[in-house]
T-cell receptor
Framework: DSGVTQTPKHLITATGQRVTLRCSPR?????VYWYQQSLDQGLQFLIQ???????AKGNILERFSAQQFPDLHSELNLSSLELGDSALYFC??????????FGSGTRLTVV | SQKIEQNSEALNIQEGKTATLTCNYT??????LQWYRQDPGRGPVFLLL?????KEKRKERLKVTFDTTLKQSLFHITASQPADSATYLC???????????????FGTGTRLTIIP
């Protein structure tokens, strides 16, 4: 157990639907990062939150959004899902940036 | 744009030998590089960080070098074991570096297989 908790582990949904992925960072870590990993793209940075505020954005689609709550857990919302959104979604946290701790990921399958 | 490349998609090494993985970066001079291990279906696990002013860093059977002239980092596993089989990723920070919460860009990884 890395200390970063992601739920659910697996998600199967239809095209056009909306899903929410949840992440609880390691205790004491203020930063949360979301990454998408597909077979042909590798790990792609989506978005970063630090202590409740958006800190940086990567290649995140407009259909995707995220937020970090006062208790520091974060949610990634994916809407109008397409087949190409099928991927592993990872959350990571860090306290100093010197080494991320990743969760075990959510495997999203869009059918 | 900043690019980070791991120039071997897959590498097969005999058990007991040293495995060497390469990470090259362009258009950028990162203040540090990080190496991660990822097993299938699992999240990456942080292994080592090496700063630009460090030539070499060691941790047990792992060794990382950082050559800022060649813009390259090498990752070595000595006395390799089948349990070392995994995908290894290098990563560097994007944007400004203040050693606090900067986002990382990852290479596509090298899939290492240690053959018994």
């Amino acid at each position: 157990d890395s200390g970063v908790t992601q739920t659910p582990k697996h998600l199967i949904t239809a095209t056009g639907q909306r899903v929410t992925l949840r992440c609880s960072p390691r205790s004491g870590d203020l930063s949360v990062y979301w990454y998408q990993q597909s077979l042909d793209q590798g790990l792609q940075f989506l978005i970063q939150y630090y202590n409740g505020e958006e800190r940086a954005k990567g290649n995140i689609l407009e259909r995707f959004s995220a937020q970090q709550f006062p208790d520091l857990h974060s949610e990634l919302n994916l809407s109008s899902l397409e087949l190409g959104d099928s991927a592993l979604y990872f959350c990571a946290s860090s306290v100093s940036g010197l080494g991320y701790t990743f969760g075990s990921g959510t495997r999203l399958t869009v059918v | 744009s900043q690019k980070i490349e791991q120039n071997s998609e897959a590498l097969n090494i005999q058990e007991g030998k040293t495995a060497t993985l390469t990470c090259n970066y362009t258009n950028y001079s990162p203040a540090y590089l990080q190496w991660y291990r990822q097993d299938p279906g699992r999240g990456p696990v942080f292994l080592l960080l090496i700063r630009e002013n460090e030539k070499e860093k060691r941790k047990e059977r792992l060794k990382v070098t950082f050559d800022t002239t060649l813009k390259q980092s090498l990752f070595h596993i000595t006395a390799s074991q089948p349990a070392d089989s995994a995908t290894y990723l290098c990563a560097h920070p994007r944007g400004t570096t203040n050693f606090g919460n900067e986002k990382l860009t990852f290479g596509t990884g090298t899939r290492l297989t240690i053959i018994p």
